[in-house]
């Protein structure tokens, strides 16, 4: 969320890529699944995720 918070005050992609350590690829991905989400949709999102994962373990 921070390095995507960085690009939209104007950092460029291959500065912030090269600081934190990931390829572009990486950057786009988070960016289309997290650009418009605020923390706590964020958060509810990975306790969702963490639910359905114990949900599956319980049933295969």
């Given at each position: 969320?921070?390095?995507?918070?960085?690009?939209?005050?104007?950092?460029?992609?291959?500065?912030?890529?090269r600081?934190h350590?990931i390829?572009?690829?990486?950057?786009y991905?988070?960016?289309a699944?997290?650009?418009?989400m605020?923390?706590?949709?964020i958060?509810?999102?990975k306790?969702?995720?963490?639910?359905?994962?114990r949900?599956?373990?319980?049933?295969?």
């Amino acid at each position: 969320m921070a390095i995507l918070k960085q690009n939209e005050a104007g950092i460029k992609v291959p500065d912030l890529c090269r600081e934190h350590s990931i390829i572009s690829a990486t950057f786009y991905k988070w960016r289309a699944k997290y650009g418009r989400m605020d923390t706590s949709m964020i958060k509810r999102l990975k306790e969702l995720e963490d639910e359905n994962r114990r949900l599956k373990k319980m049933y295969v």
